[in-house]
């Protein structure tokens, strides 16, 4: 019965075959098989579910696009500015809106904070 | 002729104005639809509606928790 | 073993069957049809050319082995007696689920069933979309026209989807000038959300997709190719779909009193029992819930109806999160019975999200306690309460 599936393979498809049964073994030895199955239950599978898929994770990824596109208009060499050119900066509205996010971003972070060390 | 009550209370989606269209299909010229609803959105769209469709609006007041409309129904091509 | 027979395998039906563990129930599962249909499939065949077989399944590979699949078609059930009709057989039990999905009702507005005949639609099934990628394919000038007959039918943003998809489409095709889409709705806005609406109407202006608000089908001539509306206008059209009224099951159901006027089962919007049943539940499409009828309540009120019959105090809350897609971009739209839909931004993530979730479907259905905990982390991350005024 094996054998005459093997003779319908064709070589690649041996090939393949044996190269992913080699693969098995070797996650069979090492106990990696034995280990995924144990962690394939539906309480592991949630709690890793609610750590990736949470309020941030999505927000973050919501606005991934944007980040990256924004990091790609960065200047190679941003010009330096000093106190008083920051000031002057300070009057840019996209500027206002960058620090606006910024700072509400530290807010948010310093509450995360707080509420783990106390 | 006949007073038709559509009670629309508490509906948000797809809303009251659904509710409306929905007993408007059926009506007939000379009745009365009186509408009753809680979303706020209501009052503006109900406006807006009677503007676009030609009927009349008879009444239109803000209860204690809820808005009531009176439309007479004018406007039906028969 | 409690027997239960679920009327209906298809979004709701077929995720309840394969939830309820074998060793303390005998599932039945009764449809007409053998192949399971991914309904919002029909977008992709209709306005970007997909196979048709790519959104079919047969119905019995997607059970688990365990559960018996009759193919025939439901005439009657029996709520005092506790039976069910088909066309051959006769069958009683101890739970019955009714997950019979929604009666599109062509007839009830004259033309519509003409249109259907002609051009095809994305409502019926994948046959009819692939006929409408066909007549759109032909289509050279003109409008297509895609308008809504009553303002109750399956995934609220379908509309949208289409007329961005076909506007694309149109786009792709080199047609763009010559070619109007037009989306003909009975709200006051571009969708019966504000909040949502406030978010789509610069993409669809951006588009150059026309809106008519206020625009309830009553009627279509198609000799002058004219659609009418109940609040008194008119639009012309070179190619137009007509979204037909909905309605609950057509088939008969004692007492009559648990249909509502439209036909549909009436039952408590949390427990999804049938009112003044204790061992009947409807789920999906073919209820009175004041939800969206979508997929996504299907499957959760399936899941909810798997822990009551397995003895838990399960609860759906009412929520939504119908797929909203534009040009590349896409948006989620989400309410519960407590919170009307959030603000939800358009973002290239979001339309990920939903290719992955047509992706995973057939997957999601036969594997639910797989996917149940994944989705179950999404819904809570997504809550509108959790999400509140300032949206997603
Ligand atoms: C274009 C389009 C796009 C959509 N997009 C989305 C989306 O993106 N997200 C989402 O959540 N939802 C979407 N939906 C909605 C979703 O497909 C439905 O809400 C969902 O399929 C409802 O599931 P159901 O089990 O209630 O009914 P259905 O899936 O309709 O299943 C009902 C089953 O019952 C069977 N049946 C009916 N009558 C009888 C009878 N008398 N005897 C025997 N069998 C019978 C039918 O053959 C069918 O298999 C979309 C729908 C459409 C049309």
Redesign the interface.
């Known amino acids: 019965m094996a054998s005459k599936v093997l003779e319908e393979l064709s070589e690649n498809e041996t090939d393949a075959l044996k190269k992913t049964l080699c693969f098995l073994m070797k996650l069979n030895e090492m106990g990696i098989l034995d280990t995924l199955n144990h962690l394939l239950e539906p309480e592991v599978i949630g709690g890793l579910s609610s750590l990736i898929l949470n309020k941030g994770t999505l927000k973050l990824l919501d606005n991934v696009d944007t980040l990256l596109k924004s990091l790609g208009e960065v200047p190679k060499e941003p010009k330096e500015v000093g106190v008083f050119g920051l000031l002057g900066e300070l009057r840019d509205p996209d500027v206002k809106r960058g620090l606006g996010f910024v700072i509400a971003l530290l807010r948010s972070l310093g509450k995360a904070l707080k509420s783990n060390f106390s | 002729m006949a007073v038709i009550r559509v009670d629309a209370r508490?509906?948000?989606?797809?809303?009251p104005?659904?509710a409306l269209?929905?007993a408007?299909?059926k009506a007939k010229n000379g009745d009365i639809l009186e509408v009753l609803a809680t979303d706020p959105?209501f009052k503006?769209?109900v406006q807006?509606?009677v503007k676009?469709?030609?009927n009349e609006l008879t009444e239109l007041t803000e209860e204690k928790d809820y808005i009531k409309a009176s439309i007479k129904v004018t406007?039906?091509?028969t | 073993m409690k027997k239960v027979v679920i009327l209906g395998g298809g979004g709701g039906g077929a995720i309840l069957a394969n939830l309820l563990p074998k060793d303390e129930f005998d599932v039945t599962v009764i449809d007409k049809k053998e192949n399971h249909v991914f309904l919002p499939g029909n977008l992709f065949i209709a306005f970007m050319g997909h196979k048709k077989e790519r959104y079919m399944k047969p119905l019995k590979e997607l059970l688990k082995p365990h559960i018996k699949f009759l193919h025939d078609e439901i005439i009657s059930l029996d709520l005092n007696e506790r039976k069910i009709k088909t066309k051959g057989k006769e069958i009683e039990y101890d739970y019955v689920a009714i997950a019979t999905g929604a009666h599109l009702d062509y007839d009830a507005i004259s033309g519509n069933t003409e249109l259907l005949n002609k051009f095809g639609d994305y409502y019926s099934g994948p046959e009819n979309a692939a006929k409408l990628h066909n007549t759109l394919m032909g289509m050279k000038e003109g409008n297509f026209v895609i308008a809504v007959a009553d303002p109750i039918y399956m995934c609220p943003p379908a509309p949208q989807k289409g007329a961005f998809l076909s506007s694309k489409f149109f786009a792709k095709r080199g047609l763009k000038e010559k070619v109007k889409v037009i989306l003909a709705l009975p709200f006051p806005h571009a969708y019966s959300s504000k909040v949502i609406s406030d978010i789509i109407e610069p993409e669809l202006r951006k588009e150059g997709i026309e809106v008519h608000t206020f625009f309830t089908v009553d009627s279509i001539d198609t000799k002058n190719k004219k659609i009418f509306s109940v609040e008194g206008e008119e639009i012309n059209y070179e190619v137009a779909v007509v979204i037909p009224i909905h309605e609950g099951p057509e088939y008969e159901v004692k007492p009559a009193e648990v249909k509502d006027d439209s036909n549909y089962i009436k039952i408590d919007k949390y427990t999804s029992k049938v009112e003044g049943f204790d061992d009947a539940y409807a789920i999906g499409d073919c209820t009175n819930a004041p939800t969206s009828k979508s997929g996504v309540t299907a499957h959760l009120q399936a899941e909810t109806v798997a822990s009551r019959l397995q003895g838990f105090d399960a609860k759906y809350s009412g929520r939504t999160n119908c797929p909203l897609l534009t040009n590349g971009t896409g948006l989620f739209i989400i309410s519960d019975y407590d919170h009307p839909p959030v603000p939800v931004k358009l973002s290239k993530f979001k339309r990920l999200m939903e290719d992955l979730f047509v992706a995973t479907y057939w997957d999601a259905i036969r594997y639910p306690e797989l996917w149940e905990p994944i989705f179950k982390a999404y819904f809570e991350a997504t809550n509108p309460e959790v999400l509140g005024k300032e949206g997603w």
Do not use: E, F, L, Q
């Open positions: 508490g509906m948000a989606c797809p809303g104005i659904s269209t929905k408007y299909r959105g503006p769209d807006a509606w676009r469709t030609g406007a039906k091509k």
